[in-house]
């Protein structure tokens, strides 16, 4: 590119403006009911969802560089910086895909009966970077809310149905931080076992708490014991996502989170909550405002609509054993201190200090 082409450059072109902003074709003029007059309220329908796929396609653009990283093994220490940024650059444009839907509230429901029509079977349901998104993140098909008994694809063109496939044939972001937690250093030094001295400190407080409370607590806290037996019981714990030693670092990053060698693992597995969060929430979001737009009926891509979404909602999530995990956490007060030898390998050391 010589440098006249880039003094050249104008704002317009440089944003491809003449493309997107020739992008909005307000379909309700075609209407024989309205004779060439559009529906008001098409011009924000379609801008909203323009610029919901510009920001899914930051989002993607994001978890390619974070998914990046996490292929590498081991993943680097400098690295995580990066991966920080790109994961708060995803979750504050969730929180705007949140409050975008404010924007398309302000039109009413009668408001979109004057073209909901139109668009006949167009639907968010066939936004192939939405689906790749989930795919990424790490939803699988077989945990898919099964819709009018279809796959969720079989409403896309074939190459985007390709494209979703081979995705779903690559790690997902959560398939890559089981793989980065289940190699997380400290936990099982050969001397030191984390698991084992977590389990003798939960019982003990366990004993403790038992010890010192009123008896119409005491129930409360044989079943607290009885919810960390069934999590020691079994060698993978059953109905949790994460493998059992994946869970078992997640939970050791969020104890000794305080330790520096912890601070970026820790921050990693907050924002990944943050996202899971965020995107329940659109979800949630979404469905009450499909309810408020349609009431019960049946949406335009086929599925049961309101009733569908709101499932969505709670069983698609990626990210809930992180949630979960917080069940298990055990006071300050009743954590055990990490050996000296293995706080020695945790601590940065300035090898320039004075002895
Ligand atoms: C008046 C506004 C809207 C209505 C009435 C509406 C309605 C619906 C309905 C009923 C569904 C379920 C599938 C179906 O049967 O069609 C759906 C799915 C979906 N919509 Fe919307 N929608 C609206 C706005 C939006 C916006 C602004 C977006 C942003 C991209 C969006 C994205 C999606 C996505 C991604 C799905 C798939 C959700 C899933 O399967 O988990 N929708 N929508």
Same mark, same amino acid.
């Given at each position: 590119?010589?440098?006249?082409?880039?003094?050249?450059?104008?704002?317009?072109?440089?944003?491809?403006?003449?493309? #997107?902003?020739?992008?909005?074709?307000?379909?309700?003029?075609?209407?024989?009911?309205?004779?060439?007059?559009?529906?008001?309220?098409?011009?924000?329908? @379609?801008?909203?969802?323009?610029?919901?796929?510009?920001?899914?396609?930051?989002?993607?653009?994001?978890?390619?560089? /974070?998914?990046?990283?996490?292929?590498?093994?081991?993943?680097?220490?400098?690295?995580?910086?990066?991966?920080?940024?790109?994961?708060?650059? #995803?979750?504050?444009?969730?929180? %705007?895909?949140? $409050?975008? %839907?404010? /924007?398309?509230?302000?039109?009413?429901?009668?408001?979109?009966?004057?073209?909901?029509?139109?668009?006949?079977?167009?639907?968010?349901?066939?936004?192939? $970077?939405?689906?790749?998104?989930?795919?990424?993140?790490?939803?699988?098909?077989?945990?898919?809310?099964?819709?009018?008994?279809?796959?969720?694809?079989?409403?896309?063109?074939?190459?985007?149905? =390709?494209?979703?496939?081979? !995705?779903?044939?690559?790690?997902?972001?959560?398939?890559?931080?089981?793989?980065?937690?289940?190699?997380?250093?400290?936990?099982?030094?050969?001397?030191?076992?984390? !698991?084992?001295?977590?389990? =003798?400190?939960?019982?003990?407080?366990?004993?403790?708490?038992?010890?010192?409370?009123?008896?119409?607590?005491?129930?409360?806290?044989?079943?607290?014991? *009885?919810?960390?037996?069934?999590?020691?019981?079994? *060698?993978?714990?059953?109905? !949790?996502?994460?493998?059992? &030693?994946?869970?078992?670092?997640?939970?050791?990053?969020?104890?000794?989170?305080?330790?520096? /060698?912890?601070?970026?693992?820790?921050? @990693?597995?907050?924002?990944?909550?943050?996202?899971?969060?965020?995107?329940?929430?659109?979800?949630?979001?979404?469905?009450?405002?499909?309810?408020?737009?349609?009431?019960? &009926?049946?949406?335009?891509?086929?599925?049961?609509?309101?009733?569908?979404? @709101?499932?969505?909602?709670?069983?698609?999530? /990626?990210?809930?054993?992180?949630?979960?995990?917080?069940?298990?956490?055990?006071?300050?007060?009743?954590?055990? *201190?990490?050996?000296?030898?293995?706080?020695?390998?945790?601590?940065?050391?300035?090898?320039?200090?004075?002895?």
């Amino acid at each position: 590119m010589s440098d006249n082409h880039l003094k050249d450059m104008d704002y317009g072109t440089y944003l491809g403006l003449d493309r #997107i902003l020739d992008a909005q074709r307000l379909i309700s003029a075609a209407d024989p009911k309205r004779k060439g007059e559009p529906a008001h309220d098409e011009m924000l329908f @379609i801008i909203v969802h323009q610029a919901y796929e510009l920001w899914f396609k930051l989002i993607l653009f994001e978890m390619s560089r /974070v998914q990046e990283i996490f292929s590498d093994i081991p993943v680097a220490d400098r690295d995580l910086r990066p991966v920080v940024a790109s994961m708060e650059r #995803i979750v504050e444009t969730l929180k %705007l895909l949140v $409050q975008q %839907l404010d /924007v398309l509230e302000t039109m009413t429901p009668l408001d979109f009966l004057e073209f909901r029509h139109v668009f006949r079977s167009a639907s968010g349901f066939q936004s192939a $970077q939405f689906r790749e998104l989930e795919i990424r993140l790490g939803l699988r098909r077989d945990e898919r809310m099964c819709y009018g008994g279809h796959a969720y694809d079989v409403v896309l063109p074939d190459a985007a149905k =390709a494209a979703l496939e081979a !995705w779903e044939n690559k790690p997902s972001l959560f398939q890559q931080f089981e793989n980065w937690l289940s190699r997380t250093p400290f936990v099982d030094t050969g001397s030191y076992k984390f !698991w084992d001295s977590y389990r =003798a400190a939960v019982y003990q407080m366990l004993d403790e708490d038992l010890q010192n409370s009123p008896a119409e607590d005491r129930s409360k806290i044989d079943n607290t014991r *009885e919810s960390f037996d069934e999590l020691f019981a079994a *060698e993978e714990p059953e109905g !949790w996502r994460f493998s059992a &030693k994946a869970l078992q670092a997640a939970l050791f990053i969020n104890m000794y989170r305080d330790q520096p /060698v912890l601070h970026q693992p820790y921050r @990693i597995l907050h924002l990944a909550m943050d996202i899971d969060e965020l995107l329940t929430v659109w979800r949630y979001r979404h469905a009450l405002m499909v309810q408020r737009m349609i009431g019960m &009926k049946s949406g335009s891509g086929g599925s049961t609509g309101h009733r569908y979404l @709101i499932e969505t909602a709670e069983r698609h999530r /990626v990210f809930s054993d992180l949630f979960r995990l917080s069940t298990f956490l055990i006071p300050r007060s009743a954590r055990p *201190e990490l050996p000296e030898d293995v706080q020695k390998q945790m601590a940065f050391v300035y090898e320039g200090a004075a002895a």
